[in-house]
């Protein structure tokens, strides 16, 4: 029982590593394509070295907040907690600081590097979610549009899971009425259906 375990516990990073190796291949394999639209996001890039700063000091909290507490009894729930805390809050600096790519076309798909990568093969179809009011990405009150991407199968790999927003939102990636109009035109010479019209975000 416990080689399977064990067995388990090592094919989780090779599969992980097998998927990342695969999304890399992906992303090079459409951006050979010609680019039909660029649309760039409104987020600013952070210089790499804040973003391995911010990092390097998340991590000798983690170490510290380890250490501080040894010789507790219970430090099984210690290390869960914080292990959990330090988790979140490396996903939301990695997100903070992250490289804001753009949203590239081409005639083999679409892609965000590293994040989104879709074949025109893999798409179902399309629609618009604008953000407003309340729901607005930004402290601006500027109404932004963004692309929502529903691929094939079940399992939506560009929707968040929670609300089901479009990924693209949290990359900064919007759209003006004429790059709307272009990315229709674009989509629609592929054979991508528009499965909805603009719709705007419930309150939740």
Not at 149 to 167: A, P
Request: charged fraction near 25%; glycine fraction near 6%; charge should be positive.
């Amino acid at each position: 029982m416990v080689a399977n375990t064990s067995e388990t516990n090592v094919q989780k990073p090779r599969r992980m590593g097998l998927h990342v190796m695969r999304k890399k291949q992906k992303i090079r394999g459409i951006l050979i394509g010609n680019e039909l639209l660029r649309i760039e996001s409104i987020h600013r890039k952070v210089p790499k070295w804040i973003r391995y700063t911010a990092l390097l000091i998340i991590s000798i909290g983690y170490i510290l907040a380890l250490l501080l507490r040894l010789n507790e009894e219970e430090l099984w729930l210690w290390v869960s907690a914080i292990s959990v805390l330090y988790v979140l809050i490396l996903v939301v600096v990695v997100r903070m600081t992250n490289e804001k790519n753009p949203f590239i076309v081409t005639e083999k798909g679409i892609v965000v590097d590293p994040y989104l990568a879709e074949l025109w093969e893999d798409i179902e179809g399309y629609g618009w979610e604008t953000f407003k009011g309340f729901n607005r990405i930004s402290l601006s009150a500027k109404e932004r549009t963004c692309l929502l991407i529903v691929n094939k199968g079940r399992f939506q790999r560009n929707l968040e899971h929670i609300y089901n927003h479009s990924m693209l939102a949290q990359y900064g990636i919007f759209f003006n009425s004429e790059q709307m109009a272009k990315t229709e035109v674009i989509f629609s010479q592929f054979g991508i259906r528009k499965i909805q019209e603009s719709r705007q975000p419930s309150i939740s």
